[in-house]
């Protein structure tokens, strides 16, 4: 399997990666599976994908996980109140680690600032740097560990409806040839992601007919960030101000040591060399990768960008 990792859409280039990639009709001597999207991170606009299906050839299949996970709270209220509960417990584990954040990468900051051509106060921002990392990595764990606790006491094979719900994407995914997910609410896209199972309806090693092994899953902008093992928020130019860049939680895990940062020349201050240095240094070993309008990443499912 091949993931493609795509810069901002504004000026398409998904239709080019389809054709580079044989996808499309007219590389196929038999007939081509249907192409998948995912667009839920739309949210309400999840079934404006006209401009997608264009670029698409029109033979694509809205997989609609946000018109599935409004179908669940419907039909399941006791799930969705579960989830709503998680969602309160995670945004206060967010709050709290925010608050904590904000005085180590304070300290972080003071320190550097300080720093120069002194060994013990080098040292000792360095030392900072490893007190935030720790912080982080607390805090993708605790964040993994209530929802796996969630989905331990209402898993979701046992809710008929969601249940339902999974087996139809399997079996779109069974028989498409790609997977294509663009961008909007990263958080609300993490979560259908999950909820629905998509990673392990994808076709694997080994799995599937042998037309599987040419498959693509292809993505950008909050479509990219949810592939990753830790899904990084951030913004230095928002209207409130510069906020810390934060750990939000873990996507599909198709994509592993890399932080993607789509409009990266928009949202971040890349001329501070000295707050990019702590933000590589911060998220290090794994790359720190911009995607900006253009860019194309081509990985095998798995690989770090």
């Not at 971040?268 to 702590?278: F, S």
Request: net charge neutral; aromatic share 6%; glycine share 10%.
């Amino acid at each position: 399997m091949k993931v493609v990792l795509l810069g901002p859409q504004r000026r398409p280039t998904v239709e080019s990666v389809v054709r580079s990639l044989g996808l499309d009709h007219a590389a196929q001597a038999g007939p081509v599976g249907p192409v998948a999207t995912i667009t839920a991170g739309w949210q309400e606009r999840e079934p404006d994908d006209g401009e997608l299906r264009r670029l698409l050839g029109g033979r694509d299949v809205n997989l609609g996980l946000y018109r599935r996970w409004l179908d669940v709270q419907e039909r399941d209220p006791e799930f969705a109140a579960a989830h709503r509960a998680l969602a309160e417990a995670l945004a206060e584990l967010q709050e709290l680690y925010l608050l904590r954040l904000d005085y180590a990468l304070q300290a972080v900051y003071a320190l550097q600032r300080h720093a120069r051509g002194d060994a013990v106060r080098r040292d000792g921002a360095g030392e900072a740097i490893a007190a935030v990392r720790e912080l982080d990595a607390a805090h993708l764990r605790r964040v993994n560990e209530a929802r796996l606790e969630f989905y331990g006491r209402f898993p979701p094979h046992d809710r008929p409806v969601i249940a339902g719900h999974r087996a139809e994407v399997a079996a779109v995914l069974r028989g498409a040839a790609a997977l294509v997910l663009a961008g909007g609410h990263v958080g609300v896209l993490t979560d259908v992601l999950h909820l629905f199972n998509v990673a392990a309806a994808l076709p694997g090693p080994g799995s599937g007919p042998p037309e599987a092994a040419g498959f693509a899953v292809i993505a950008w902008s909050a479509g990219a960030m949810a592939l990753t093992d830790r899904v990084v928020l951030f913004g230095d130019r928002s209207p409130q101000g510069a906020g810390h860049p934060e750990v939000y939680g873990s996507g599909l895990s198709l994509v592993r040591d890399a932080v993607l940062l789509p409009h990266a020349r928009a949202r971040l201050r890349l001329d501070d060399a000295p707050r990019m240095a702590i933000f590589a240094r911060r998220f290090g070993p794994a790359r720190c990768v911009p995607l900006e309008t253009g860019t194309r990443i081509d990985l095998d499912g798995g690989d770090g960008a």
